[in-house]
């Protein structure tokens, strides 16, 4: 790709975004983690340019006060494109997990979207949680809507070292009406493809499935699509080498029965409680090994 055609193509991507409207700007703040010395950042609002330095600045205070970046949680409706990569990329160098909202179908509220911060709280009507999370239900539109995470709040969460969450939606690159339109049909073409590309190639260097990155591109920009519960099972979880290191040290994860009728074995539990510390001390490992390498690549360091 020459240096003009690579000119030409950011001017044209810092003209794209995945959601418009007037949703409120984002918001980064820091929540305590259970594990060592990890932190979560938690991103709340409308993706915008500039927003990739602010989340700069909050992984770096974290770790430049001895901490590491385990995890980020992403609430957003999503935003512009580009700031959306560079933060995605980010995310990778710090081996940082990546929480979406999770869906109501396993409390049995149809709709409903949890977007958990700190503790796990109760629901309330009001929208909100007795922990300050947020809430929202999509059927009745109470609640808070950055309660979500679609268009390019998708591809920032593809970035995570560990994948989590169940409420994600997709849909093809929606770009600036005055300036696209304003090209004939030619240059549309080649404007898009080249976009179409960038994303792809992104989604791939996040080992994200070409059928998933199809399905993105297939949706019109007009409508959402939410991936279903099928579609994620391939895509969440930990990275495959991160997956196979807790394996490899830890072995199976010893599932316990699960409600209040049966008590779990003394011997099971114990052994549960041993491959979770086993699993918390591996992905802490990992996330500190991804701070040293963050302050070399990005903090200057």
């Not at 975004?17 to 305590?32: L, N």
């Not at 560079?86 to 109501?104: H, V, Y």
């Not at 979770?276 to 302050?295: P, Q, R």
């Amino acid at each position: 790709m020459t240096e003009k055609l690579i000119l030409k193509l950011l001017l044209f991507l810092s003209a794209l975004f995945f959601c418009g409207g007037a949703a409120k700007a984002a918001s980064f703040g820091v929540e305590e983690d259970t594990v060592g010395r990890t932190k979560g950042i938690v991103v709340i609002g409308k993706i915008d340019p500039g927003d990739e330095l602010k989340f700069k600045g909050t992984a770096l205070s974290v770790i430049r006060s001895g901490n590491y970046v385990a995890y980020v949680k992403l609430f957003s409706p999503g935003g512009d494109v580009q700031t959306a990569l560079d933060i995605g990329r980010q995310i990778r160098i710090l081996r940082s997990e990546t929480f979406s909202p999770a869906s109501g179908e396993d409390v049995g509220i149809p709709g409903m979207r949890r977007c958990m911060m700190t503790g796990q709280g109760q629901a309330h009507s009001s929208g909100y949680t007795d922990t300050g999370s947020m809430i929202y239900n999509t059927m009745t539109r109470s609640g808070d809507p950055r309660c979500d995470c679609a268009s390019a709040c998708f591809l920032i969460w593809a970035a995570g070292f560990g994948r989590n969450g169940d409420v994600l939606g997709v849909h093809r690159i929606k770009y600036d009406a005055d300036a696209f339109g304003k090209l004939d049909v030619d240059a549309a073409e080649a404007q898009y493809g080249l976009a179409m590309r960038v994303v792809k190639d992104y989604l791939t260097e996040m080992d994200i499935p070409d059928n998933i990155s199809r399905l993105l591109f297939a949706h019109s920009s007009a409508k959402m699509r939410y991936l279903t519960k099928a579609e994620l099972e391939g895509i969440t979880g930990p990275t495959p080498a991160l997956e196979e290191l807790i394996l490899a040290r830890c072995g199976k994860a010893v599932e316990l029965p699960g409600g209040n009728a049966v008590d779990p074995d003394p011997a099971q539990s114990a052994a549960a409680e041993e491959h979770n510390n086993c699993e918390l001390k591996t992905i802490e490992e990992s996330a500190k090994k991804g701070a040293a390498t963050y302050l070399k690549k990005v903090g200057g360091n």
